[in-house]
Structures are given as structure tokens and as C-alpha cells.
């Protein structure tokens, strides 16, 4: 969940717009933003880096909660392409349209905590010290740097992933002493069975896993768990040093066909280099670990130097007096840009942001809701921002949708190169007036007639989803869409589709207000569970003033019952809190989305 944090970017964007942004002929001057947003996260939380398909944790910190420090080395990196959604790759026994294809699966979404790659110890006079912590780390958006103390020996480490998708880790030790690395082949809590084998490249000072085996998995909704290949199955993971290891390796297969490895190589002030790579083409991989330690520093720069050009160029320009929201406008914009990715093919086609990429996996239909809408601000639109449209057509497009016998027709949560989630939803109508976001940002008929023609029109042609009142405004925004694409049949069918007259409107809004014996609310569910959705409704332009500001005043402001929270909005009103008092109510107390979706109610009205 910790990944998500970009959830909030157009949270912020709300905020700050209530200060100067900077005009285009106002550019500052060019800005390191990678060293101005570096943060420490030691203790915090655990380290994060992306490349295109390669992604990096360090450690592992959930919900606030430590369960593993960091280490030298690399602890957990891991390769994702979408081609499943968790550790495994079966095929969908569902019938129909609905069959969910292959690679879906409810297990295993956090399966790279399970991974153990190289963890780092360090041998002084003889003496082991295993798996030290640092004693800072620092994240940046091109790398992590790691600071150690070993028995009066310091140690600074520099992680990052190359533009080849390789993982290196730069060490080097104020002292000459030996560094201790030991790991095993990809086997997770889900695992039966491994087929996995090593070998020593003594040339190329590399190990090379053939990885295989079998998982338990859930590949369809409600269905049974079963066993299936591993995601990694005939993949090939590289790991290579910048010295020899041959005489100090030491490999092992345990009762279960896990292949664990250990070997230990000097650092000194020179410095040591260790890689990982992983690609379905064992050449591929190795050829990436290797020209990763032999050019590390080239690497490094280019990285920093991609990064940094991002934030610079590919954003607006944001200044205001209080610096540290200046800080917060271009860290969450740096996570936006470090979960774009380049699959190329099946469903993947179109590049695409993610929700997150160690745990939900992919672009998620009700996060795109708003991330498409983010990307309508970025400059390269058809990199950064078609694609979280465009690529929701390929479940359209192939029928991959559930129909209601009213009609509506609903697409999955979720989706990767052949596989999609199975679970059903409404927030695609939200898509359209993020595409038209698009459009009116750029003109550009030619992505409006991809994102209409047989993905909105055949979506919505029989009845419009709706999404916190939306489908008045998606109605008018698909007649504009029709209108624009010169298709004048289907602008009158969107005209008679919805009825849209002021008086109908109205009603709609009047039935909800104060329903269910809730005062001063919208929309109140008949168990009276107050979350904030009532306020999402806000963002229609429909939605009447005077109900607006009592229901602010009485809910949005109140410390006592409402939402008034000690960061921002509360997911749910205290005066909720109380009656629904579970673990699981209360988890989700903050959530950005939701605080997303309420301030921009509030600040439309």
C-alpha cells in the first residue's frame, strides 16, 4: 500500500493551485531535484527504486511497520512485465467473456518479499557481522544511499537501476575488508515445488539461475486455489561482481530444489560492484549485468542525469513561498514518473502510469480515475498520459466486460499483457472526462477517436456507469466527443440517452439529499455508514450550492462527528469510527483517494 503514495498528486495539485504556479516564459533555472527531494527513510520506511520492468525494495516496511531493515547488496529486486498479477501463470477456467485469461491471480501480490537475491555481510579481522542496517539511508529518485559503521569501518553504498533494467550496487569501505553475499533462487511462501538451477560463469564473474517451479495460486474470482508454473518459470536471473568469486563460492540445493548461493569478495576504498538482472533470454540478462559493472558510473550519471530532465522539462514549473509543498509537488510527481511503464506487447501496447508495482501490480480502473487526469498535465502526452486511457480498450475491445441486465457494462479493476481481474466496476465513465482533459490539452483528434470509437462507444452505448453523480456530465462530454468526430448518429444517441433537463437533474440531487434520516448529507447508505463519498458528488457542476456549504460546515469542518482529520479529509466520520469499530473499518482511516475525490468536491463548489 505504501506505493500508492502518488495517489495523492492531484491532492496536492488542488492545494498548490492556490499558489503562483510559474508561467512557461517564467522557467527556473535548471534544478537537481533528485538531490533536493532526497528524503531519509531509514526506519521509516523501505527503499524504492523503478527502472522500465526491473523494480527494487529495500528491506520491507508495511503499514508503517518494520519487518525488515535494509542490507548491503541488493535484497529485493525483482522483474515485472505484467504478464501475471501475482507469483504464478494459469489459465482462467471461467466461460466466456469473462474468462480472466492468463496469469490472474488473488495470491501472491507481494511476492517479492519473498525474494532473498544478495544480502550483504561484512567480515572485519575475521570477524562476521551479518546483514548490518545502515545507519542512514537516503532515496532519491535516480538511487538509494546507504551509510554503515562496522566494527570502525565505514561503508557507503549507492543503489540504482540502470536504463538496461539491471540493479547495481556501488560499495565502497573506508578500510580494506571482505564483503559476504548469500541468496537463493526465486521461491515464495505460495511455492510447491523448484525446479531452479545455477551455474558459475567464471569468465563474466557472474552466477546464472535458470528459475522454475510451481505455486499455489487463485487465478479466478471465487474460484479454487491451484497449482501452476511460477511467474519466473524459464527466466533466467544474472548476478555478477566487479571481482573474482569463484574461489569463495559455495552453491547448495536444499530438500525443496531451492538453490542457495554464498561468496565473498573484497571493498575497499576503490570500491566493489555488485549486479542483478533478470530477462527471458539468458544472454539478454547477462549481457545486462555485465555492461552494468563495467560501466557503472556512465550508468549512474545517465540515470541521475534522465531523472532529473523529467522533472525539469516534462512537468509544470511549480515555486510558492513555503518550500516544502515545493518538495512534496515534484516527490510525487518523481513517483508518477518512476511507475510509467513500457510493455509493448498483448494488452500492454500503450505505456502506461501504475497504482503501484509491489503490491495491487499494473494501472488500476479506479485509480486511472484520476491518474489519467494527471497525466493531462505532463508535456510528452502521448507517452505519459494516452496510454492510461488507451489501455483499458483492450478489455473493451475484446469483449472483455460483464454486462447487467440494465444494460451497463463493466470492465475489470485490473489487466497485464493476457490476463484482467475478474472484478467489475463502475469508474470507467470517470475515464471519459479525464480524455477529454486530454483533448482540450492538446487537439489531438486522433487520440479522442482511439479513446471513443470502440472502446467509449461501445462501453457506455447501452447505459453510462455512473460514478458519484457523474453520468449527466459523461453524457455531455460524449456528445461533445461525437460532436468533435463529425459522428452526428451517435451525438443525438448520447442526447436521448441521459436525460439531462435542469428539472430532472434536480430531482436527482433533491432524492439523495438527507436520505436514510442522515441530516445535512448526501447520499447517506442505509446502514449509515458515513464515508466521504457523499462529498464526491461535489465535483458535478450539477450538485446544488446550498447543500454544498451546509454540508461542509457541518460535516467537512466538524472536529467532533465529521471528517475534520489531523492530516486531511478522514475516509470515514468519526461519529462512524465509533459504531463500525473493526481493524478493517479503521485501516483504511487516510486514504488519498478519498481525500483526493473530497477536496476537489469542496474546491469546485
Not at 374 to 395: D, E
Not at 518 to 533: E, G, H, I, Q, R
Request: proline fraction near 4%.
Amino acid at each position: 500500500m505504501l506505493l500508492r503514495k502518488m495517489e495523492t498528486i492531484i491532492t496536492f495539485i488542488i492545494i498548490l493551485s492556490f499558489c503562483p504556479f510559474v508561467h512557461a516564459d517564467q522557467k527556473p533555472e535548471f534544478t537537481d531535484y533528485c538531490k533536493r527531494i532526497g528524503q531519509e527513510i531509514q526506519g521509516r520506511k523501505h527503499g524504492f527504486l523503478a527502472g522500465n520492468l526491473s523494480y527494487y525494495v529495500g528491506g520491507f516496511h508495511a503499514s508503517w511497520e518494520l519487518f525488515e531493515d535494509e542490507t548491503l547488496g541488493l535484497t529485493h529486486p525483482f522483474y515485472h512485465d505484467l504478464r501475471g498479477r501475482g507469483a504464478s501463470l494459469l489459465e482462467s477456467e471461467i466461460s466466456g467473456n469473462q474468462n480472466t485469461g492468463k496469469g490472474n491471480d488473488f495470491l501472491s501480490w507481494e511476492f517479492y518479499k519473498d525474494t532473498r537475491v544478495l544480502y550483504g555481510s561484512v567480515i572485519v579481522d575475521g570477524k562476521t557481522y551479518k546483514q548490518p542496517k545502515p545507519t542512514s539511508m537516503r532515496w532519491r529518485p535516480d538511487k538509494i544511499i546507504c551509510e554503515y559503521e562496522v566494527a570502525g569501518v565505514k561503508l557507503t553504498e549507492e543503489k540504482f537501476i540502470a536504463a538496461n533494467d539491471a540493479a547495481a550496487s556501488i560499495i565502497t569501505s573506508s578500510k580494506p575488508l571482505t564483503l559476504q553475499f548469500s541468496g537463493h533462487s526465486f521461491y515464495t511462501r505460495n511455492s510447491v515445488s523448484s525446479s531452479a538451477t545455477i551455474r558459475h560463469d567464471e569468465k563474466n564473474k557472474a552466477l546464472v539461475i535458470s528459475e522454475g517451479g510451481t505455486m499455489k495460486a487463485r487465478p479466478d474470482p471465487k474460484g479454487p486455489e491451484r497449482i501452476g508454473p511460477s511467474i519466473y518459470t524459464d527466466m533466467s536471473t544474472v548476478i555478477s561482481a566487479s571481482r573474482k568469486f569463484s574461489k569463495t563460492l559455495l552453491t547448495k540445493r536444499d530438500i525443496k530444489g531451492i538453490q542457495h548461493y554464498t561468496f565473498s569478495i573484497p571493498c575497499d576504498k576503490k570500491g566493489t560492484v555488485v549486479s542483478w538482472a533478470m530477462n527471458d533470454e539468458e544472454d539478454l540478462a547477462l549481457q545486462a549485468a555485465t555492461e552494468l559493472i563495467q560501466n557503472q558510473q556512465s550508468f549512474l550519471k545517465q540515470k541521475t542525469a534522465q531523472m532529473n530532465r523529467l522533472l525539469n522539462d516534462e512537468i509544470p514549473h511549480f515555486r510558492c513561498p513555503d518550500e516544502r509543498f515545493v518538495d512534496i509537488y515534484y516527490y510525487l510527481w518523481s513517483l508518477y514518473l518512476m511507475y510509467h511503464i513500457e510493455v509493448g506487447r498483448g494488452w500492454e501496447l500503450e505505456g502506461h502510469t501504475q497504482t503501484a508495482v509491489n503490491n495491487f501490480l499494473g494501472l488500476h480502473r479506479y485509480d486511472a480515475a484520476f491518474q489519467i487526469k494527471v497525466g493531462a498535465w505532463t508535456r510528452n502526452k502521448s507517452k505519459f498520459a494516452y496510454g492510461n486511457v488507451l489501455t483499458w480498450k483492450h478489455l473493451t475491445k475484446n469483449k472483455h466486460f460483464r454486462e447487467s441486465l440494465n444494460g451497463t457494462r463493466l470492465i475489470s479493476d485490473n489487466k497485464g499483457i493476457g490476463w484482467h481481474s475478474g472484478a467489475y466496476g463502475p469508474e470507467t465513465s470517470e475515464h471519459v472526462l479525464g480524455a477529454w482533459q486530454i483533448y482540450e490539452h492538446t487537439g489531438d483528434l486522433n487520440f479522442l477517436r482511439d479513446a471513443y470509437e470502440d472502446h467509449f462507444d461501445t462501453l457506455f452505448h447501452k447505459r453510462i456507469s455512473g460514478f458519484a453523480m457523474n453520468e449527466f456530465e459523461v453524457a455531455e462530454i460524449l456528445e461533445k466527443m461525437a460532436n468533435v468526430l463529425g459522428k452526428k448518429e451517435d451525438e443525438e444517441h448520447w442526447r436521448k440517452l441521459v436525460r439531462r433537463d435542469p428539472e430532472h437533474i434536480r430531482l436527482m440531487f433533491d432524492q439523495r439529499w438527507e436520505s436514510n434520516g442522515v441530516p445535512d448529507y448526501f447520499a447517506a447508505p442505509k446502514n449509515k455508514m458515513l464515508m466521504t463519498n457523499g462529498f464526491w458528488a461535489m465535483r458535478s457542476p450539477h450538485f446544488p450550492r446550498e447543500y454544498a456549504v451546509t454540508m461542509v460546515r457541518n460535516w467537512a469542518l466538524n472536529r467532533k462527528e465529521g471528517f475534520y482529520g489531523e492530516f486531511f479529509p478522514l475516509a470515514m466520520s468519526k461519529q462512524s469510527m465509533q459504531a463500525f469499530a473493526t481493524d478493517v473499518d479503521h485501516s483504511f482511516g487516510y486514504t488519498p483517494d478519498t481525500a483526493y475525490f473530497t477536496l476537489d468536491g469542496i474546491f469546485c463548489q
